[in-house]
Each structure stands twice: as structure tokens, then as C-alpha cells.
């Protein structure tokens, strides 16, 4: 089965400084039907304006992953760890017993924009870290590129998750495949363009798609598209 969700039917937090769109429950927005989707709880497509973000807030037990996609976040801990992410950078956080963290637009002129996800971590009470990795953007054309896993390696952010998310950039109408095992679940969001999976279903920017019970996937583009994939575990959680 194959769910889309349209970018345009998102819940969205917008202020003078922030815009959210949110892919799962999340603060105010509260819906008992979409909580989760396997481990992955929280999908966040956030742009912070210039000099603006989130102070000091506390978090445990979650797999963080931030995505950057354009500008420049500053975050920083109580564990002494600070750093700037950019474009081609991606940040996990084992949150597990506890972490208190702030995360800034590091510009004063220009937006930031990120993705952020939480993923539930197959152990709990694991002890708080930090890794900051950066991806080769040309090895992500016509390709599944890795970089979160939970086999970490050189430029793939380890995770505590039974889970691999890939980034991929389509020149026009390349395609690329996907196979997983039986009875996993694949998650896949268009970033930029347009692609169509399976030649039936199309998604435009910022649409996402949940995918059960169907372990092998053609993802075309149908313009020059970046988007990613999770391949994520099944069950429930």
C-alpha cells in the first residue's frame, strides 16, 4: 500500500520568525491517526529566519536527525559539543537519558532550512552523543546515497535504529530502484521537483509518501528532483 500525503494538507506553525510543517503529531498539533509511522515519530520541514531559533530545550530517549538543506545551524549542549551545520551536512543525536541542546539560524541575513526527524531508539537509557558528518553532494545523482544507518561508516552518521535513509538527486528523468526485505516500510519525501513512484503515484515538493507491504519500488523523476528514502523497520513501536 502506498499513502500520499500532500505537502499543501500538512499541518503548519508559522510565526515571524519560524514556519513548521509538520509530518507527524507534534506540540499543538495533535491527531490520534498520525502519531507515527514504524520508529519515525516526528518529521519537521522547519525555516528559521535570520538570527532567530530554539534556545536551550531538553530531550530523551530519541534518535535526532537533522538534514540541512539550505544556510547554516549553529547548536550547541550541555555536554560542551557546538558546531555549524551547512549544506551537505546531516547531525544525529542519541538523546537517551537525557539532553539539553539549542539550535540557531548562524546567519544573520539569510534562512536556514532543515529537516528534522525523531526516530523511537531500539535501546533505552543509552548514554547521550553527537555526530556530525558531511555526504558528497556528487555522489548523490541517479543514486541511492546512505547517510544515516545503523552500521555507521566514513560520511554515514551511525543511528540506534534498525533503519537506513538514503538522499538521492534525479537529473530529469533518470530512475533509480529500491528493494527492501518483506514486511519493512519505506518513507520517501520529495525535497525539490517531482518524481512518481512506480509510475502511479506522483509526488511534487515537499509531498511524502508511506509505503507497506511493498518491498520493491522504480522512483522516476519527472524533472530534476532531490528527494529521500527510509528504510525503515516493521512492526509496531
Known amino acids: 500500500m502506498i499513502q500520499l500525503f500532500p505537502a499543501d494538507k500538512r499541518y503548519t506553525v508559522k510565526n515571524d520568525w519560524l514556519k513548521s510543517s509538520l509530518g507527524f503529531s507534534f506540540g499543538e498539533y495533535y491527531d490520534p ?6 520508529p519515525l515519530r516526528v518529521f519537521n520541514d522547519d525555516t528559521l529566519q535570520p538570527g532567530h531559533g530554539f534556545g536551550i530545550h531538553p530531550h530523551r530517549e530519541a534518535e535526532i536527525v537533522s538534514i ?7 547548536h550547541g549542549d ?6 555549524t551545520l551547512n549544506h551537505g551536512s546531516i547531525q544525529r543525536i542519541t538523546a537517551g537519558t537525557g539532553v539539553l541542546h539549542s539550535e540557531f539560524n548562524a546567519s544573520n541575513e539569510e534562512e536556514v532550512q532543515f529537516l528534522q526527524l525523531w526516530f523511537s531508539p531500539n535501546e533505552q537509557k543509552l548514554e547521550p552523543s553527537y555526530e556530525d558528518i558531511s555526504y ?5 545523482h541517479n543514486q541511492l546515497l546512505p547517510v544515516i544507518s545503523h552500521t555507521a561508516s566514513d560520511q554515514v552518521a551511525g543511528i540506534h535504529q534498525d533503519l537506513t535513509l ?3 538527486r534525479l537529473d ?3 530512475t533509480v530502484n529500491f528493494e527492501q526485505e518483506s514486511g519493512r ?5 520529495t525535497i525539490e521537483g517531482e518524481i512518481s513512484i512506480n509510475n502511479d503515484f506522483l509526488l511534487k515538493s515537499r509531498d511524502a509518501a508511506r509505503i507497506t507491504d511493498i518491498p520493491e519500488i522504480t522512483i522516476q523523476g519527472n524533472q530534476d ?13
Do not use: H, Q
Open 33 to 38: 491517526k498520525n502519531i507515527r509511522f514504524g
Open 68 to 74: 540541512i538543506l539550505k544556510g547554516a545551524l549553529k
Open 78 to 83: 550541555n555536554l560542551g559539543n557546538s558546531g
Open 136 to 140: 558528497d553532494l556528487n555522489k548523490l
Open 166 to 168: 538514503y538522499l538521492s
Open 172 to 174: 530529469g528523468k533518470e
Open 185 to 189: 516500510k519505506i518513507y520517501v519525501f
Open 225 to 237: 528532483s532531490f528527494f529521500l528514502l527510509i528504510d525503515l523497520p516493521g512492526g509496531e513501536f
